[in-house]
Protein backbone atom coordinates (compact mmCIF):
# COMPACT_ATOMS: atom_id res chain seq x y z
CA UNK A 1 0.00 0.00 0.00
CA UNK A 2 1.15 3.62 -0.91
CA UNK A 3 0.80 5.31 2.34
CA UNK A 4 1.67 8.89 0.94
CA UNK A 5 -0.81 8.45 -1.59
CA UNK A 6 -3.72 7.61 1.24
CA UNK A 7 -3.48 10.34 3.73
CA UNK A 8 -3.20 12.61 1.03
CA UNK A 9 -6.53 10.97 -0.83
CA UNK A 10 -8.00 11.13 2.23
CA UNK A 11 -7.15 14.78 3.19
CA UNK A 12 -8.89 15.78 -0.21
CA UNK A 13 -11.44 14.03 0.74
CA UNK A 14 -11.68 15.21 3.52
CA UNK A 15 -12.03 18.56 2.00
CA UNK A 16 -14.32 18.13 -0.07
CA UNK A 17 -16.29 16.45 2.65
CA UNK A 18 -15.42 19.68 4.48
CA UNK A 19 -17.23 22.06 1.74
CA UNK A 20 -20.05 19.96 1.93
CA UNK A 21 -20.69 20.15 5.55
CA UNK A 22 -18.99 23.10 7.29
CA UNK A 23 -20.66 22.99 9.99
CA UNK A 24 -20.28 19.13 10.81
CA UNK A 25 -15.97 19.84 9.97
CA UNK A 26 -15.66 23.29 12.37
CA UNK A 27 -16.91 21.13 14.98
CA UNK A 28 -15.34 18.29 14.86
CA UNK A 29 -12.12 20.69 14.27
CA UNK A 30 -12.84 22.09 17.65
CA UNK A 31 -13.31 19.08 19.11
CA UNK A 32 -9.97 17.55 18.30
CA UNK A 33 -8.01 21.00 18.39
CA UNK A 34 -8.61 20.47 21.94
CA UNK A 35 -8.36 17.04 22.43
CA UNK A 36 -5.14 16.92 21.12
CA UNK A 37 -3.38 19.74 22.67
CA UNK A 38 -0.76 19.03 25.58
CA UNK A 39 -2.07 18.38 29.36
CA UNK A 40 -1.48 15.97 31.29
CA UNK A 41 -0.65 13.57 28.46
CA UNK A 42 1.63 15.11 25.64
CA UNK A 43 -0.05 15.22 22.41
CA UNK A 44 2.39 12.28 21.53
CA UNK A 45 0.81 10.12 23.92
CA UNK A 46 -2.72 11.31 22.95
CA UNK A 47 -1.24 10.36 18.69
CA UNK A 48 -0.40 6.77 20.52
CA UNK A 49 -3.60 6.65 21.83
CA UNK A 50 -5.81 7.16 18.47
CA UNK A 51 -3.65 5.10 16.67
CA UNK A 52 -4.25 1.88 18.97
CA UNK A 53 -8.19 2.94 18.26
CA UNK A 54 -7.26 3.25 14.60
CA UNK A 55 -6.03 -0.74 14.69
CA UNK A 56 -9.18 -1.75 17.11
CA UNK A 57 -11.84 -0.16 14.22
CA UNK A 58 -9.62 -1.17 11.32
CA UNK A 59 -9.53 2.06 9.98
CA UNK A 60 -6.56 2.54 7.24
CA UNK A 61 -7.19 5.95 6.64
CA UNK A 62 -7.13 6.81 10.42
CA UNK A 63 -4.04 4.59 10.72
CA UNK A 64 -2.07 6.77 7.79
CA UNK A 65 -3.02 10.02 9.15
CA UNK A 66 -1.83 9.62 12.69
CA UNK A 67 1.09 7.24 11.53
CA UNK A 68 1.72 10.67 10.35
CA UNK A 69 0.52 12.83 12.93
CA UNK A 70 3.52 10.66 14.96
CA UNK A 71 6.15 11.29 12.76
CA UNK A 72 5.77 14.73 12.48
CA UNK A 73 6.04 14.60 16.51
CA UNK A 74 9.09 12.61 16.43
CA UNK A 75 8.09 9.44 17.50
CA UNK A 76 10.56 6.47 17.03
CA UNK A 77 9.95 2.98 15.50
CA UNK A 78 10.51 1.53 18.63
CA UNK A 79 8.02 3.63 20.69
CA UNK A 80 5.66 2.75 17.40
CA UNK A 81 6.25 -1.44 17.62
CA UNK A 82 5.63 -0.96 21.26
CA UNK A 83 2.42 0.72 21.04
CA UNK A 84 1.41 -1.85 18.82
CA UNK A 85 2.03 -4.39 20.72
CA UNK A 86 -0.13 -3.44 23.23
CA UNK A 87 -3.40 -2.56 20.42
CA UNK A 88 -2.46 -6.32 19.58
CA UNK A 89 -2.29 -7.90 22.86
CA UNK A 90 -6.03 -5.78 23.35
CA UNK A 91 -7.29 -6.97 20.00
CA UNK A 92 -6.42 -10.08 19.27
CA UNK A 93 -5.65 -11.30 15.39
CA UNK A 94 -6.87 -8.57 13.35
CA UNK A 95 -5.58 -5.60 15.06
CA UNK A 96 -2.24 -8.15 14.66
CA UNK A 97 -2.91 -7.11 10.98
CA UNK A 98 -3.50 -3.91 11.24
CA UNK A 99 -1.02 -2.92 13.63
CA UNK A 100 1.52 -4.60 10.86
CA UNK A 101 -0.16 -2.14 8.35
CA UNK A 102 0.72 0.59 10.90
CA UNK A 103 4.14 -0.34 11.14
CA UNK A 104 4.46 -0.38 7.19
CA UNK A 105 2.96 2.92 7.24
CA UNK A 106 5.51 4.39 9.58
CA UNK A 107 8.40 2.81 7.60
CA UNK A 108 6.86 4.48 4.51
CA UNK A 109 5.94 7.85 6.16
CA UNK A 110 9.30 8.52 8.08
CA UNK A 111 11.40 8.68 4.80
Known sequence: MDW???TTDTKQSFSKFK???PVTFEGFEVMG???KKDGHLSTKTKEFIAL???VAVRCESCIGLHVEHLVHLGATR???VEALSMSSYMGGGPSLTYSAKALEAFD???N
Open 52 to 54: GIS
Open 108 to 110: QLS
Open 33 to 35: KDA
Open 19 to 21: KAT
Open 78 to 80: EEL
Open 4 to 6: KKL
